[in-house]
């Protein structure tokens, strides 16, 4: 059974500060994805990570997968408050000729203070 | 990228009644997704609805307290059956686009009285 382990659960930083979230996976997965959600809303797609050593960044973010360690590192770069939510990564075990099954990690809850 | 709608977007129901959630997106899709994501939690996959055959649930979640139809490309509905307190939660479908992208609807807010 595929487990997401997201580290950490909890998350208080002062802005301008870094820090990075880890998101570790217990089994063999080409597809790792990134998502943000506000407080009562849905899901809003950051990354989408689908090869060993992908990086990608989008303004104060930055997401990286290695693959053999089976870990991915969402890096926060001097923090503001609007990157204040809750960030969760996922993990598509799917494979073979299908995908879309995602597995989710149990979400990191940023507040961002000034 | 897909524009997902769901409806309702919220409702309060009585105990041993039922709610049908519906979602519509803009666009064809193989593969549709419903989840469900209780209060202060992550989401957990409930179901895969592919047109045109029945869908595949996961494990903890049945047919007959979850039923889904996918009557096309663009739509699909989750049911869900003889509500209790325990099935409030917020309800997600998601789509997959371009063979990667997977895109989340608003959700419905489910609470049961």
Partial sequence: ?114 | SAVISQKPSRDICQRGTSLTIQCQVDSQVTMMFWYRQQPGQSLTLIATANQGSEATYESGFVIDKFPISRPNLTFSTLTVSNLSPEDSSIYLCSVEEAGWEQFFGPGTRLTVL
């Avoid at chain 1, 597809?31 to 992908?54: C, H, I, T």
Wanted: charged share 20%.
């Fill in chain 1, 1 to 114: 059974e595929l487990k997401v382990e997201q580290n950490p659960l909890f998350l208080s930083m002062q802005e301008g500060k870094n820090y990075t979230i880890y998101c570790n996976y217990s089994t063999t997965s080409d597809r790792l994805y990134w998502y943000r959600q506000d407080p009562g809303k849905s899901l809003e797609s950051l990354f989408v990570l689908l090869s060993n050593g992908a990086v990608k960044q989008e303004g104060r973010l930055m997401a990286s997968l290695d693959t053999k360690a089976r870990l991915s590192t969402l890096h926060i770069t001097a923090a503001v408050h609007d990157l204040s939510a809750t960030y969760f990564c996922a993990v598509d075990s799917t494979g073979g000729t299908s995908y879309g099954k995602l597995t989710f990690g149990q979400g990191t809850i940023l507040t961002v203070h000034p």
